[in-house]
Antibody, heavy 120, light 109 residues
Framework: QLQLQESGPGLVKPSETLSLTCSVS??????????WGWIRQPPGKGLEWIGT???????YYNPSLKGRVTISVDTSKSQFSLKLASVTAADTAVYYC????????????WGQGTRVTVSP | QSALTQPASVSGSPGQSITISCTGS?????????VSWYQHHPDKPPRLLVY???KRTSGVSNRFSGSKSGNTASLTISGLQAGDESDYYC?????????FGGGTKLTVL
């Protein structure tokens, strides 16, 4: 059974860069049909898509994040990462990594989520 | 792009059926059949219930069914059970963009 696990700092200062990694285990990581993504949930709010990266490295991001987002993949480590620059308190959220493994389904595997707080 | 519109809350008694609507536009829900539904219990990751409007993920009860008409997708839960009490999110997704609904809190009375 595929497992995803987020890791990274739980506290980030305003204006700094939030960096999270998602480690994938228990199954394959690379396939033409896979895609990986990041989704977040601010306190008291709903789910918000951050971005998705596909086999081959093409990535797409939520326009509302205005170019602050980068998602990358390290296939040698079966990991993908999120970088969110110039964070503010509005970026405080639970961050989830997710994967689509079994087409044509949508995100069918999720990490447990990691809470990130932006505060001085 | 705005979030898809869902009712903030719905409720029903055990055994009853409820429907959660998800309204988008001709640019998202109305233009393709890539709509998914997720169940999200607090402190757990979201769980994919339905994809491509009406296809259930393996292991999901047939009490959950999805449909779409025009710019609005719907999730119907029949034979409500206490364990169905949760938050539900719709999602319109394409290869390059996705947007979630605001979420609906289902209360089983």
């Amino acid at each position: 059974q595929l497992q995803l696990q987020e890791s990274g700092p739980g506290l980030v200062k305003p204006s700094e860069t939030l960096s999270l990694t998602c480690s994938v285990s228990g199954g394959p990581f690379t396939s033409r049909t896979f895609y990986w993504g990041w989704i977040r949930q601010p306190p008291g709010k709903g789910l918000e898509w951050i971005g998705t990266i596909y086999y081959g490295g093409s990535s797409y991001y939520n326009p509302s994040l205005k170019g602050r987002v980068t998602i990358s993949v390290d296939t040698s480590k079966s990991q993908f990462s999120l970088k969110l620059a110039s964070v503010t308190a509005a970026d405080t959220a639970v961050y989830y990594c997710a994967g689509r493994i079994d087409p044509p389904k949508d995100f069918d595997f999720w990490g447990q989520g990691t809470r990130v707080t932006v505060s001085p | 792009q705005s979030a898809l519109t869902q009712p903030a809350s719905v409720s029903g008694s055990p055994g009853q059926s409820i429907t959660i609507s998800c309204t988008g536009s001709s640019s998202d829900i109305g233009s393709h059949n890539l709509v998914s539904w997720y169940q999200h219990h607090p402190d757990k990751p979201p769980r994919l219930l339905v994809y491509e409007v009406s296809k259930r993920t393996s292991g999901v009860s047939n009490r959950f069914s999805g449909s779409k008409s025009g710019n609005t997708a719907s999730l119907t839960i029949s034979g409500l059970q206490a364990g169905d009490e949760s938050d539900y999110y719709c999602c319109s997704y394409t290869g390059t963009f996705r947007v979630f609904g605001g979420g609906t809190k289902l209360t089983v009375l």
